[in-house]
């Protein structure tokens, strides 16, 4: 699991508040929680370890009301499929500051899980300066760590358990 954001811009800290926040809960074997805050490759360089799923916690603006928590399974583009100057431009921001370039580099480097799920928070605004969130988005940090313990509870259920 990895929070990103920027701890600087209100809202858009949304995921490394998470991720903190299941950093200090018993959770199961195998789980790794990272917060990459807005640095990508340190997402891409821990997915070479290989891993079987992904949850990334983010602010996802989607015209939603601020504080909706949304489950999405994101469509990542093949960078093979793209031109010399898209692939270019896909590598040459070495911090790969948004989830969606992350997972692109990483899926091109043969690196990311087959199951990836984005839990994702509506912000009220993600630009805004302040190390606070806002407080739709603070109450909407229970929110998601439950959706991400629903999603651990059936990513690591048993095969064969029903699921």
Request: glycine letters at 14%.
């Given at each position: 699991m990895a929070?990103?954001?920027?701890?600087?811009?209100?809202?858009?800290?949304?995921?490394v508040v998470v991720a903190r926040r299941l950093?200090?809960?018993?959770?199961?074997?195998?789980?790794?929680?990272?917060e990459t805050g807005i640095s990508g490759m340190t997402l891409v360089q821990e997915?070479?370890?290989g891993y079987d799923a992904l949850i990334v916690m983010?602010?996802?603006d989607r015209g939603r009301p601020p504080g909706t928590i949304m489950l999405i399974e994101p469509d990542i583009p093949d960078a093979h499929l793209m031109s010399h100057d898209q692939r270019h431009q896909l590598i040459a921001d070495t911090h790969l500051a948004t989830?969606?370039?992350?997972?692109m580099?990483?899926?091109?480097?043969?690196?990311?899980p087959d199951q990836v799920l984005l839990v994702g928070c509506q912000p009220v605004d993600a630009e805004a300066l302040g190390m606070d969130l806002s407080p739709e988005v603070a109450a909407a940090v229970d929110v998601?760590?439950?959706?991400?313990?629903?999603?651990?509870?059936?990513l690591c259920a048993p095969v064969g358990?029903?699921?």
């Open positions: 929070g990103v954001g920027n701890t600087l811009r209100s809202d858009d800290g949304f995921g950093e200090a809960m018993d959770l199961p074997d195998g789980v790794r929680v990272m997915l070479m370890e983010d602010t996802v989830p969606s370039r992350v997972m580099m990483a899926k091109a480097m043969g690196a990311l998601a760590i439950t959706e991400v313990g629903a999603q651990l509870e059936r358990s029903g699921e």
